[in-house]
């Protein structure tokens, strides 16, 4: 006879779960603690899934495909979807940039049945939050093209060098999408140049997002909040593993310099990044980076030399990247069994509260959740190993 509950076919036919049990109150009565404990554990459960074996794509291109149709106008995120997109677009830019300094970043707009490119791909951040500032007064109309949109994308990222990462990041609050052809074939095209395309929803599941993020090895979730929405967007930061297509190669690069006139001050120029541009173009600076290779002057790293194509960056920002590539080993959460009085790194006393610890397979020091989270996301190299020339050494070598 067949188990009586695999018969069950409403959630509501079937027994209580009684979920609200992990959830338990602390010595004042609260349940902050416990909810906190439960969030912890989901990033570093998260935290866990990713390796340092993998090949990633360093120099990201990017381009956001935000949906600015009728539907963004929907009060189920505060104050409206667009308002809250656009906060949370900002703060992702903020640390995409941080995280990834040498990539490029794109945002393209899909309403009205048409796809509109207000950024180009460039590195430059504060020029893409301005941006995303200037569409809060933006006007909400028709409905979304994705196809549109994907094309536009796809004319520029096909025009980079095989050795870039190519991505599209799809902001969907639309159920439907107006397309002037055959969307399947866009995403055959997406898919054959390894071009990947990850998908946030803000309403429900859409097939034909399910079918382009499957098809590209990108990724799909509906949001559940603005937290959650949130969440996803960070999930973004990190490389995601390379293409098949994606090539080795060596690429050449410029440390710029600041150019010393000796006996006199710096003379007062124009740079390459203001002299198309009609608010800033007539201001002349005395600081800035000159390129190694033409002596064209930029305000600010990183950026691609318009006269003679070189990437322009500093020593940081491929420090800040090469971390993604040799990042800290995955620590190994052990029960606590008073092994040591307090955490290595921030040297709190643990106690009955910490029923468990974690536990740095190469220095085999002992951490708290807390000091795990930080080291993972924000410090990136283990305390432990650090202060020990010897097992930073098998670090870097595993």
Not at 76 to 92: A, G, Y
Not at 101 to 106: A, E, K, L, N, R
Not at 198 to 221: F, K, M, P, W
Request: glycine residues 6%; hydrophobic residues 35%; proline residues 4%.
């Amino acid at each position: 006879m067949a188990d009586e509950d695999d018969t069950k076919e409403y959630r509501w036919e079937t027994g209580y779960e009684k979920t609200w049990e992990s959830i338990k109150e602390d010595d004042e009565g609260f349940l902050q603690a416990s909810v906190a404990d439960i969030v912890q554990r989901a990033k570093r459960k998260r935290q866990s899934l990713k390796h340092g074996s993998q090949k990633l794509g360093m120099m990201r291109h990017l381009f956001i495909l935000l949906d600015c149709s009728e539907s963004m106008s929907s009060q189920d995120l505060k104050p409206t979807r667009l308002i809250c997109t656009l906060k949370l677009v900002e703060m992702f830019l903020e640390e995409f940039f941080d995280q990834n300094p040498i990539s490029q970043v794109g945002i393209i707009l899909m309403q009205n049945k048409r796809a509109e490119k207000i950024s180009e791909l460039a590195g430059n951040c504060r020029k893409h939050i301005k941006v995303i500032n200037s569409l809060n007064r933006t006007s909400l109309q028709g409905e979304p093209s994705l196809q549109n949109g994907l094309d536009m994308a796809m004319s520029s990222l096909k025009l980079l060098p095989a050795h870039a990462s190519r991505e599209i990041l799809v902001i969907m609050g639309s159920l439907t999408t107006c397309d002037p052809g055959d969307i399947t074939k866009t995403i055959d095209v997406l898919k054959q140049e390894g071009v990947r395309c990850s998908v946030i929803g803000l309403a429900a599941e859409v097939h034909v997002c399910r079918l382009l993020a499957d098809q590209t090895n990108g990724t799909y979730n509906v949001i559940l909040d603005d937290i959650h929405f949130k969440d996803l967007l960070m999930q973004q930061v990190d490389p995601p593993p390379a293409a098949m297509c994606l090539e080795s190669n060596l690429i050449k690069m410029g440390f710029p310099h600041q150019l010393n006139v000796e006996g006199s001050e710096e003379p007062l120029t124009m740079c390459m990044c203001h002299v198309d541009s009609s608010d800033d173009g007539s201001k002349l600076t005395t600081g800035g980076y000159y390129c190694p290779q033409c002596y064209s002057k930029y305000c600010e790293l990183p950026v691609e030399c318009r006269a003679c194509g070189l990437t322009l960056v500093s020593a940081p920002h491929l420090a800040r990247s090469y971390h993604h590539l040799f990042p800290a080993a995955n620590y190994i959460e052990i029960n606590f069994d008073n092994q040591v009085n307090g955490c290595f790194a921030c040297q709190r006393i643990l106690g009955e509260a910490d029923k468990q610890v974690y536990n740095c397979p190469n220095c085999k020091k002992i951490f708290c959740i807390d000091c795990d989270i930080f080291i993972h996301e924000t410090l990136h190299t283990c305390p432990g190993c650090a202060t020990n020339p010897s097992t930073f050494q098998i670090a870097l070598t595993t």
